[in-house]
């Protein structure tokens, strides 16, 4: 086993071991904080990738911002530290069928994908150059749509600044 | 090119195991004569007050849903940055035209008073 592999599953132990601390653990706070180390290790997983791009993004945007989000949404909660979660397993026929519905599609996508795996891997070096040219030139609409996604999300968070100045 | 990575795996690895041992060599070295007074919860050298498990205000996560759209705004900055030499005029006008557009959310959020504490 290469140090490569050794990173590699060193990244996925750490990313499915805290996502399974998220589920199982009966504190939420526990479970926010979990998250942390969650969406570390996917940011790591981006890095052995080679998209070295969206593994800043997803350190920035994700583990910057959406978490503080979360333990935000947590800490306003009622009563947050006295809250028993409820973990033990209820409806066994659906999420069975759910679930092996679910898997089944993945794994299925999985095997009947023709992947497409570069020759050249160094290619990929260096992609926030190569993200910009696309976005500035082929994307450019996208790219000018998300402007105004964030333009609502922000009106949208005024909106709640106001309900709270009311009440 | 994963050999850009290893001062940053080297610097995690290195502040895990620093973080760890400096705990640890004083839970085992240092002499522990407790009082009272020495195990209360350390609060900075303030008298602890009232429980710290209390809710937290709205206003709190307003400031983090702003502060994550400005964040995504700097994330789309950054690529647009690198590649600024190549873009030319053309990545200019269009990055402007991007902020100017979040400019206006930012003025409005102002107008609106989201900005102010309370």
Same mark, same amino acid.
């Given at each position: 086993?290469?140090?490569?592999?050794?990173? @590699?599953?060193?990244?996925?132990?750490?990313?499915?071991?805290?996502?399974?601390? *998220?589920v @199982?653990?009966?504190?939420?706070?526990?479970?926010?904080?979990?998250?942390?180390?969650?969406? @570390?290790?996917?940011?790591?997983?981006?890095?052995?990738?080679?998209?070295?791009?969206?593994?800043? =993004?997803?350190?920035?945007?994700?583990?910057?911002?959406?978490?503080?989000?979360?333990? @935000?949404?947590?800490?306003?909660? %009622?009563? *947050?530290?006295?809250?028993?979660?409820? %973990?033990? =397993?209820?409806?066994?026929?659906?999420?069975?069928?759910?679930?092996?519905?679910?898997?089944? %599609?993945?794994?299925? *996508?999985f095997?009947? %994908?023709?992947?497409?795996?570069?020759?050249?891997?160094?290619?990929?070096?260096?992609?926030?150059?190569?993200?910009?040219?696309?976005l500035?030139?082929?994307?450019?609409?996208?790219?000018?749509?998300?402007?105004?996604?964030?333009?609502?999300?922000?009106?949208?968070?005024?909106?709640?600044?106001?309900?709270?100045?009311?009440? | 090119?994963? /050999?850009?990575?290893? +001062?940053?795996?080297?610097?995690?690895?290195?502040?895990?195991?620093?973080?760890?041992?400096?705990?640890? !060599?004083?839970?085992?070295?240092? +002499?522990?004569?407790?009082?009272?007074?020495?195990? $209360? $919860?350390?609060?900075?050298?303030?008298? +602890?007050?009232?429980?710290?498990?209390?809710?937290?205000?709205?206003?709190f996560?307003?400031?983090?849903?702003?502060?994550?759209?400005? /964040?995504?705004e700097?994330?789309?900055?950054? +690529?647009?940055?690198?590649?600024?030499?190549?873009?030319?005029? !053309?990545?200019?006008?269009?990055? $402007?035209?991007?902020?100017?557009?979040?400019?206006?959310?930012?003025?409005?959020?102002?107008?609106?008073?989201?900005?102010?504490? /309370?």
């Amino acid at each position: 086993m290469d140090l490569y592999a050794i990173i @590699f599953y060193l990244f996925a132990v750490i990313t499915l071991g805290s996502a399974t601390i *998220v589920v @199982f653990s009966k504190n939420v706070v526990y479970s926010a904080f979990a998250l942390l180390f969650a969406l @570390f290790g996917v940011a790591g997983l981006y890095v052995l990738l080679m998209a070295d791009f969206l593994a800043i =993004t997803q350190l920035l945007v994700y583990v910057g911002g959406i978490l503080v989000l979360v333990l @935000f949404g947590v800490m306003l909660t %009622t009563k *947050v530290f006295d809250v028993q979660m409820k %973990t033990k =397993t209820i409806q066994m026929v659906p999420a069975v069928a759910i679930l092996g519905l679910l898997s089944g %599609t993945i794994v299925g *996508v999985f095997w009947s %994908t023709d992947w497409y795996i570069s020759e050249n891997p160094i290619d990929v070096a260096k992609t926030a150059p190569q993200i910009g040219n696309m976005l500035l030139t082929t994307y450019l609409l996208p790219f000018e749509i998300a402007s105004v996604v964030l333009l609502v999300a922000l009106i949208g968070a005024a909106m709640i600044a106001r309900r709270e100045r009311k009440g | 090119m994963l /050999d850009n990575y290893i +001062p940053i795996f080297l610097m995690i690895a290195v502040g895990v195991l620093f973080g760890i041992i400096m705990v640890k !060599l004083n839970e085992w070295l240092g +002499p522990k004569r407790p009082s009272e007074e020495k195990l $209360t $919860t350390y609060e900075s050298g303030m008298e +602890p007050v009232r429980t710290a498990r209390e809710r937290f205000s709205v206003k709190f996560y307003l400031v983090a849903v702003l502060f994550i759209l400005f /964040d995504i705004e700097v994330v789309f900055l950054y +690529p647009w940055a690198v590649s600024f030499k190549s873009l030319g005029w !053309l990545g200019f006008v269009t990055m $402007t035209v991007f902020v100017v557009i979040l400019f206006l959310g930012f003025v409005y959020v102002w107008r609106k008073g989201a900005l102010e504490w /309370d």
